[in-house]
């Protein structure tokens, strides 16, 4: 395998964008084409028994392409952008050594830049302040936290979802430790020389039409029995507090199955989320400009980008 520009780093292709916009079909037929195999960079996907919600990869897809890092942990396990960057390196080895070419595949921004540049040495948690700010989420809700976030970290704010406690708390932690946002850290950082040599493309679309897509998506999901898929996973003793089943997705059918909402407000509900999450996606990749942006429709185009960049 050709190393080019005087650079012996590995190269690897990252395909990128938001929720819906095409990344699957156009990443496997990009695999078939330049003998690659795909990890994963989605941070839904990760988990076992998560199908359906997550629009993970079909049977029939994995098989079209050998996946990684798809059903790694339980819905019950932790699992963090560090743990995937360590496990996507282990990968990234091992098809190196099979003679294959590397593409990581997904929309979790923070996973691939902590593939690339590594996380930011940011201060260890204050279990004090920590507390703290749970309590205060406990007594006034979460959406209070999220108004400060918006108020001391705007940009930050526009890229955690209002329900992501976890990630809410821990922004405004290293606020108040630092006195400075968690985003100027994480900008700063990103300039760090990466540990490979990556062609990064993103796809997008039209609002309107990316927007109707993640609609029919979202209905198509439910046909295929999203409601019995959380159920089952409630059966089996998950909580509906875990990380995991919070996630767009979820939530909503889990509200549903304990009677606190109907199934058409919960897919109103799932459908307006996942267009809210497309649009902080779209944000945070609009943030990096090293990438190459097409739509999915363009192919030869996105082809020869990626044979260029192997080539020279």
Known sequence: MKQGHGSARTRIV?????????????????????????????????????????????????????????????????????????LAQEKILQIEKKGKRVFVVGGTGLYIKALLHGLFPAPPGDEKLKEEL?????????????????EVDPVSAKRIHPNDK???????????????????????????PTRYNALKIALHLPREQLYEKIDKRVLRMVQQGLVEEVRALLDEGYSPTLNSMTSIGYQY????????????????????DTRRYAKRQLTWFRGDSEYRWFTPYK??????????????
Request: positive net charge; charged residues 25%.
């Open 299 to 312: 192919y030869e185009e996105i082809s020869s980008l990626i044979r260029e960049f192997y080539e020279t």
């Open 166 to 192: 976890q990630r809410i708390v821990r922004a405004l932690e290293v606020y108040h430790l630092t006195g400075k946002p968690i985003s100027e850290l994480q900008r700063s950082h990103r300039f760090k």
């Open 134 to 150: 749970l309590r205060q989420a406990s007594l006034r809700g979460l959406s209070f936290l999220y108004e400060k976030l918006k």
């Open 14 to 86: 990252i395909i990128s964008g938001p929720t819906a916009v095409g990344k699957t079909s156009l990443s496997i037929r990009l695999a078939r084409e330049f003998h690659a195999e795909i990890i994963n960079a989605d941070s839904r996907q990760i988990y076992r028994k998560l199908n359906i919600g997550t629009a993970k990869p079909t049977p029939a897809e994995q098989a079209a392409v050998p996946h990684h890092l798809i059903d790694v942990v339980n819905p019950d396990e932790r699992f963090s952008a560090a743990r995937f960057a360590e």
């Open 253 to 272: 059918i889990a509200e549903f199955i304990a009677g606190k909402i109907t199934l058409e407000r919960a897919i109103e509900l799932l459908q307006r």
